[in-house]
């Protein structure tokens, strides 16, 4: 019984929250989410990273292991995504983004923290630190077919990485108003992402329900099965392995759907929203479960 109350506990605040933002676009149909999403970029995302990584007693090699784990996770969701999109006969270069960048960062790091605490947060920002460094690289080089070293350049999240990253490294700490500052900001984010997630679920048209269903498949799936594939070639346990085990489980990021609506044309923009909100959805119940295994097996 108690590990149903944990899993009550870990999942209400960010479901109500993402409720919240559904009925307030539901309320508003015409509200705009531009603040939340530019806020987040260069001041939300970056803070968190530092704060929950500076605050979490992650050390810099197991910042870096779970950095490498994530690659290898990314490359089994890119060709499990190529095998879907050849499958649906879709473009599988500008669609593939949904595969292989889930929702880490706005949904994830939360899950993650209501689930294993600080340190918990910590692991679930080292392997978001991936995603936001590829929606700004790889993603984008998808979306437009070609690749942009300015983008990377001009990303506050890609200096906080390398700020974080140092002070791992050299075993610095971080100062206290620094601290204090980045976690305001860090979880204003959280809460404001989470409502513009329920927002974007209002707002956002699935176009092909049954290709959209076959690719959130790809998504939510496979995605914990190749986490827990890993979680096992890699021998990994503990709360470590639960994070990316829940990570891995996350539906397609919302920023997927942005950064292709700026550089891709309008069917590749629809197709992708569709995916973003037939993901998220099915992960209303498949959430669940991950995190349950996650608490049971990997505590």
């Not at 090699?61 to 050849?86: P, R």
């Not at 077919?145 to 890609?158: A, E, H, L, R, T």
């Amino acid at each position: 019984m108690e590990i149903y109350i944990k899993l009550f506990e870990v999942l209400f605040p960010v479901f109500f929250i993402v409720g919240i933002g559904y009925f307030l676009g539901k309320k508003n149909p015409k509200i705009d989410t531009s603040f939340i999403t530019n806020y987040s970029a260069n001041f939300g995302t970056p803070a968190l990273i530092i704060f929950a990584v500076m605050t979490s007693g992650l050390s810099y090699n197991m910042f870096a292991d779970y950095f490498i784990y994530w690659l290898f996770a990314m490359f089994f969701f890119a060709v499990t995504g190529i095998i879907f999109l050849v499958f649906l006969k879709k473009d599988y270069s500008r669609e593939l983004p949904p595969f292989i960048l889930p929702n880490t960062g706005n949904m994830g790091i939360p899950i993650c923290l209501f689930a294993y605490g600080t340190a918990g947060m910590g692991i679930a920002a080292a392997i978001s630190a991936v995603i936001v460094l590829l929606h700004f690289t790889l993603n984008i080089f998808l979306a437009s077919k070609k690749f942009d070293i300015f983008v990377i350049i001009k990303s506050p999240s890609f200096y906080a990485i390398l700020v974080t990253v140092a002070f791992l490294y050299f075993e610095i700490g971080m100062p206290t108003f620094v601290l204090n500052t980045v976690m305001l900001l860090g979880y204003a984010m959280i809460v404001m992402i989470l409502m513009s997630l329920g927002i974007a679920l209002t707002q956002l048209k699935v176009f092909s329900l049954k290709n959209s269903i076959i690719s959130s498949i790809g998504r939510v799936i496979f995605g914990p099965i190749i986490g827990f594939f890993l979680i096992k070639v890699f021998n990994l346990s503990g709360f470590a392995a639960g994070v990316l085990l829940i990570q891995s489980s996350m539906p397609s990021a919302i920023l997927t759907y942005l950064i292709a609506s700026m550089y891709s044309p309008k069917k590749i923009v629809d197709n992708i929203a569709s995916t973003v909100v037939v993901s998220t959805i099915m992960s209303i119940f498949t959430v669940p479960i991950i995190v349950f295994i996650s608490l049971k097996f990997f505590s």
